[in-house]
């Protein structure tokens, strides 16, 4: 929006930071697992948006929203047809103190063509849903098309 005061993100806000010990399998480069048990996950946000309530999950007047749970990553990526591929990407997160109503879940899906030596096109989605954010499933699609020239 033009109005500084309606504005719904900003630059790095909100910034997700997780990590954790976990267990990571790959079969091959097309399909991989990481579990982690033990995962502390930081939400920070700035500080214009939780002056009037909660943003993010963030609390209001604070920058920082702190969670400990289980995180999953799981990435296969497959050929369809010869020219064809799709790349799939799953995050999960359990809080395991402070949301008790269900899984985090982030779902990315992409399907890769390349159509000649010039021309590629890709198809994007992705669907969201945090249970601190904003309690609905997020969705977000795109299509592109390139021009490929090597000199």
Known sequence: ?????????HFFSPVFFQFGPGIFWKKHDNFKINVS???PRFVFVHSEFTKNGKSFGVSREEVML????????????FNIM???????????YA???NNTKGVDFDY???ISMKVNKFFSANIYYEALYDFESLEMLQQKQSIGVGLKYAF
């Open 37 to 39: 048990p033990a995962a």
């Open 1 to 9: 929006p033009k109005d500084p005061k309606n504005k719904i993100s």
């Open 66 to 77: 702190f969670e400990f749970g289980a995180s999953l990553y799981t990435y296969y990526k």
């Open 108 to 110: 990315q899906g992409t």
């Open 82 to 92: 010869k020219n064809i591929s799709m790349e799939n990407i799953f995050l999960a």
């Open 95 to 97: 809080n395991y103190f």
